[in-house]
Structures are given as structure tokens and as C-alpha cells.
């Protein structure tokens, strides 16, 4: 018995046959270029359901673009990462792009990796979520493809960027403990290994929003900073370090969620209560925090608005190369939950 023959590809020609219209009808519908009429579209469309049509990545590359657009993400345990990426898709679904995403494991070498690696495939933009690598790095990436940096402080005339103000969200976290009458308050920050790139952390800006809010309350001699890592490990190690000093924090400001649930976990294991012990307080507002049993008072720092806003510049910067670079700061709310209550007596 002889192998059936491979089904034939179905191909624009079929589409603009099929819709009976002309390819380059279909083109335009398909790059949603300008002269497709709405008639057009849904005619083009509804073929191309039909018929079950895909372009071929290899064809469109080869025409300059391939319609994906490349998303790494650092720590894919962190659950904030994927509110920031469905930001992204979502703003993204009514178009013909496609999110691919890519690893960057925390580390300069892995992003490296990711990153040339979505160039040589000619995506044709990239999303960069929180990375690590040096300034240098990341205008060389963007010189080669439209890319758009998520979470670093700072700009730069080749790439957009997308933040959160870390400093007031900090500060919102030690004025509603200070509030509540807490003085000591301990805050866990990620320790930064590279001091070039300090002032554009995310990490090192709760940090000093932490410090500089501490003493605007009056409270700068309370001031404890433990560092470890923006991890639920580094929540725990920090969290254990000051429940070991002598004179003990009343709260702890986890510079993320991931880090609070290691500080949760640690003062259970001290047959300690919250927050009738000690209160804690996260960053980010993740599903974690809202989850009922855990209920974080947390900074929301929109991770959603923050994918959407990364999104709409990506395609704007593919639109233009050579606009000028635009940077995005947005404001963060505090979300008062139980985790957090006046001090012990």
C-alpha cells in the first residue's frame, strides 16, 4: 500500500480565490496595512478561517518580517512575570504577531543566549522583562531588532522602557506600617552584585524607597535592610536572619511576593503568627497575594498594564525605527490585606 500523499499547502492565491478578491488584497489584510476595507477584511478573514490558512514564517521572513515578537522572562517561578506577559498577548491577539517566548534565567550569559538567538531567527521585536545584562548589552540588541525593556530604571535613545515608580510603592508600604504604629520595620531587598548597573534596578529602588521613606516618618535609626534574593529561598534566609537579632522587626517589607512567601514560610516555622507577631508586606500584588488563606497586603504595580504598555511600543517601534525612544512610568497602589495589623503590645 503506498503512503497517501502530503496534504498541499493552502497559499494566498487560495485565500484571495477563496474570498474572491485579489492577493494583494490579501496581503494588505493579513499586514493590516492601510486600503483594507472593513468589507475586505472580513471577506479575506473568513477565507482564511475556511481554509484553514497559515502563512509560512520562513516566506514572510524572507519578505522582512516574520510576525513574532520575542518575550524573555527572567524567572518564570516568579508568579508576577506572567501577569506582565498577559499584558502582552492580550494586546497582541487581535493582530497578526505571535508571542514566542525565551528564558533568561536570571544570569547575563543565559539572556545572551536568549536574546541572539531571537535575532537570528528575525523576530521582529523583542519584549525584555526585567533583565540583568549591562546597558551595552541591551543597545546592542536593540540596534538590531525594535526592543522594548521592561523594569529598568533609566533610558536610552535606541529602546523603550517600561517601569514601575518603585520608590513611592515602597514608600506606600512603610507609611501604611508607620500608620499602623510599627517602628521597626525590616525590609528584604535582592542584593545587587553589579554596581554599573544599580541605579536601574528595580530591586535597588524599593530599596532606597524603603530607606528615604523611613526617614521621612522619623524612623531612619529602625532602618534594617537584610540582602538575599528576590526568591521565596531568599524570603526564607532573610527572613530567619532577622528573626535571629536580638531586638526582632515588627513587619517585614518583602521587596517582592516571592520573597514574602518565604518570609510567611519562616515565621511559621518559628511558631510565629501573622500578624499578630509580626506583620508582612509583599510587592507586585500577585495572584499568591490575593489567594484567600495567604490574603498579602502587596504593591500592585499593574503587571498587566505594564505588559499592554511594552506591547503598544513594540509595534510602534517596528512601525518606526528610528522615532524617538519613549519611556512609560506607572504609578502604584497599595492593597491593604491581612498579612498586616498594629504591633504586638
Known amino acids: 500500500m503506498e503512503p497517501s500523499a502530503r496534504p498541499r499547502r493552502i497559499t494566498i492565491v487560495d485565500v484571495a480565490k477563496h474570498a474572491g478578491v485579489s492577493t494583494t488584497a490579501v496581503s494588505k489584510v493579513l499586514r493590516n496595512a492601510y486600503g483594507a476595507s472593513p468589507e475586505m477584511q472580513t471577506k479575506v478573514r473568513r477565507a482564511i478561517d475556511e481554509l484553514g490558512y497559515r502563512p509560512h514564517a520562513g516566506a514572510r521572513g524572507l519578505r522582512g518580517q516574520t510576525y513574532t515578537i520575542g518575550v524573555m522572562l527572567p524567572d ?16 497582541l491577539e487581535d493582530t497578526e504577531y505571535q508571542v514566542l517566548l525565551g528564558p533568561g534565567c536570571n544570569g547575563e550569559k543565559a539572556e545572551a543566549k536568549v536574546t541572539e538567538a531571537m535575532i537570528d531567527r528575525g523576530m521582529d521585536g523583542l519584549v525584555l522583562v526585567a533583565p540583568v545584562s549591562s546597558r551595552t548589552h541591551l543597545e546592542h540588541v ?12 533609566g533610558s536610552s535613545p535606541v529602546y523603550d522602557t517600561v517601569v514601575d515608580d518603585d520608590v513611592e510603592g515602597a514608600s506606600l508600604v512603610v507609611g501604611h506600617l508607620a500608620a499602623l504604629g510599627h517602628r521597626r520595620i525590616a525590609h528584604i531587598e535582592h542584593l545587587e552584585t553589579d554596581p554599573t548597573r544599580l541605579s536601574e534596578m528595580p530591586n535597588a529602588r524599593r530599596a532606597d524607597g524603603y530607606r528615604q521613606a523611613m526617614r521621612a516618618h522619623g524612623l531612619e535609626e529602625w532602618i534594617e535592610v537584610v540582602s538575599t534574593s528576590y526568591t521565596q529561598e531568599g524570603g526564607y534566609q532573610g527572613a530567619k536572619e532577622l528573626l535571629d537579632r536580638p531586638q526582632r522587626a515588627t513587619a517585614v517589607f518583602a521587596g517582592a511576593d516571592v520573597v514574602a512567601m518565604g518570609v510567611l514560610e519562616a515565621v511559621t516555622e518559628a511558631g510565629l503568627a501573622v500578624p499578630a507577631d509580626i506583620s508582612v508586606a509583599g510587592y507586585d500584588n500577585t495572584t499568591f497575594a490575593a489567594f484567600g488563606p495567604v490574603s498579602l497586603t502587596s504593591v500592585d504595580q499593574a503587571g498587566n498594564e505594564i505588559g499592554r504598555n511594552a506591547a503598544r511600543l513594540v509595534l510602534e517601534r517596528i512601525a518606526d525605527r528610528h522615532r524617538r525612544s519613549v519611556q512609560v512610568s506607572l504609578s502604584p497602589t497599595l492593597v491593604r490585606r491581612r498579612t498586616t495589623a498594629r504591633p504586638p503590645e
Request: hydrophobic residues 45%.
Open 76 to 91: 518564570i517561578r516568579n508568579p508576577f512575570f506572567p501577569e506582565v506577559l498577559d499584558g502582552i498577548t492580550q494586546s
Open 142 to 153: 536593540a540596534s538590531a531588532v525594535p526592543t522594548v525593556v521592561v523594569g529598568r530604571h
